[in-house]
């Protein structure tokens, strides 16, 4: 069983739609969880950044974490075309960007005008 | 801010070359360095974790006689893939991480290099 498992799509919706995202992970050590965002031939970008279990907001995207399940999962409120991008998880045993990260292969998202 | 390059984005090889790879923290100063690899359809993998002036420390089953780090500033780490061979062909890519005190605790990548290994 691989560390991280994300489903890599891809995912196409309407724009307007709610975007759901999905990791699941096996490693009971992982206590920070990250979801990047990256554009074709770009670095990852940081879109949010979760300790423990539980639920942030930033904007147009939640971020939630069970950690009972080893399931964490990004929203993606009113998608704009803007959003068509590959969004991976990562997640590490330490926080502060002081581990190597765990990544799940991405999910490529395309948001249809 | 926090910027990190990568030179070159892309390079093309023959068997046998050695291809050298920088990564540069353009507006601050990196405490840490890591090195990841990403095989199509794969995940980012990590190869390897550098402090400035120190050995780097690599990751179960990445050859560190292959893979040849330098992080000899804290704004400049290399790899170097030595006697690089068609399997090495991958997407390379680098993240660097700030000092805590400056609010720059997390890892900001670079854009990643695409090599090419005839």
């Known amino acids: 069983q691989k560390e991280v498992e994300q489903d890599p799509g891809p995912l196409s919706v309407p724009e307007g739609a709610i975007v759901s995202l999905n990791c699941t992970y096996s490693n009971s050590a992982f206590q920070y969880f990250m979801w990047y965002r990256q554009y074709s031939r770009k670095g990852p970008e940081l879109l949010m950044y979760?300790?423990?279990?539980g639920n942030k907001e930033d904007g147009r995207f939640t971020a939630q974490v069970d950690k009972s399940s080893k399931y964490i999962s990004l929203f993606i409120r009113d998608s704009q075309p803007s959003d068509s991008a590959t969004y991976l998880c990562a997640m590490s045993a330490r926080g502060g960007g002081a581990d190597g990260l765990t990544f799940g292969k991405g999910t490529h998202l395309i948001i249809q005008p | 801010g926090a910027v990190v390059s990568q030179h070159p984005s892309r390079v093309i090889c023959k068997s046998g070359t050695s291809v050298k790879i920088e990564c540069r923290s353009l507006?601050?100063?990196?405490?840490?360095m890591f090195w990841y690899r990403q095989f199509p359809k794969k995940s980012l993998m990590l190869m390897a974790t550098?402090?400035?002036?120190?050995?780097?420390?690599?990751e179960q089953g990445v050859e560190k006689d292959k893979f040849l780090i330098n992080h000899a500033s804290l704004t400049l780490s290399t790899l170097t893939v030595t006697s690089a061979h068609p399997e090495d062909s991958s997407f390379y890519i680098c993240?660097?991480?700030?000092?805590?005190?400056?609010?720059?605790?997390?890892?900001?990548f670079g854009p990643g290099t695409r090599l090419t290994v005839l």
């Open positions: 550098s402090n400035e002036g120190s050995k780097a420390t690599y």
């Open positions: 507006d601050f100063q990196a405490t840490t």
């Open positions: 979760t300790y423990s279990s």
């Open positions: 993240s660097a991480r700030g000092h805590p005190r400056l609010a720059l605790d997390e890892q900001f």
